[in-house]
C-alpha cells in the first residue's frame, strides 16, 4: 500500500496527482519547486506522499492547474476581450 493510501485516503491521493501534473506541466520538481516557493525537503516528502502539502500550497497549485486548463479551453459562451480601445458592452 502506498502512503497516501494510509491516511488521508483519496484527498489526499488527488492532491498528489495535482502536485505531480503540475510538476510536470512546470518542466519537473525544480520548477514546481520554484512555482511553489517551498523548500525542497517539503516538496520531496508532499511528491512522494510522505506527507499532506499544506492547504495554501494546494490552494495554489489547483488554480495554477485551473488557468492552465481555461486557457487551453476557452468556453465557448464567454464572451470575447474587446479590441484595445473598445469597450464592452453590456446588454
Known sequence: MH??????GVAQSFHLRALRIAARQLGGEPQLRAFLDV????????????????????????????????AANPSPDSPAAPAPGQERKLV
Open 3 to 8: 502512503a497516501v493510501e494510509h491516511d488521508g
Open 39 to 70: 523548500p525542497a525537503s517539503d516538496l520531496y516528502r508532499w511528491m512522494r506522499g510522505q506527507e499532506p502539502a499544506p492547504q495554501e500550497v494546494t490552494t495554489k497549485v489547483i488554480g495554477f492547474l485551473a488557468e492552465r486548463e481555461a
